[in-house]
Nanobody, 114 residues
Framework: QVQLVESGGGLVQAGGSLRLSCVASTSIFSFNDVGWYRQALGKQRELVASLTTFHRTNYADSVKGRFTIFRDNAKNTVYLQMNSLKPEDTAVYYC????????WGQGTQVTVSS
């Protein structure tokens, strides 16, 4: 069973930056499109950034220009660089493959103070 472990979250002031990491227990990211999702309190989980196996990226309008998704296949790791953070970015962040998602990890909490 693939395990996904997210890390890198924390408390940051508005305008600050964080880099999230997601490590998979297998090389699943090398062969699948992958995404970063977030779930704010009381809201549904949403896809905020995706990266295809052909290195194409896509971002939700709310994060476009501020977030960057990239991966290191040798480390089975996907990253999310988040800049110019806003209070509305506060959420638990998760990663997963886009098609046939695996069991969700515990996520990493990002809290942006105003």
């Amino acid at each position: 069973q693939v395990q996904l472990v997210e890390s890198g979250g924390g408390l940051v002031q508005a305008g600050g930056s964080l880099r999230l990491s997601c490590v998979a227990s297998t090389s699943i990211f090398s062969f699948n499109d992958v995404g970063w999702y977030r779930q704010a309190l009381g809201k549904q989980r949403e896809l905020v950034a995706s990266l295809t196996t052909f290195h194409r990226t896509n971002y939700a309008d709310s994060v476009k220009g501020r977030f960057t998704i990239f991966r290191d296949n040798a480390k089975n790791t996907v990253y999310l660089q988040m800049n110019s953070l806003k209070p509305e970015d506060t959420a638990v962040y998760y990663c997963n493959v886009i098609s046939n998602p695996k069991p969700w990890g515990q996520g990493t909490q990002v809290t942006v103070s105003s």
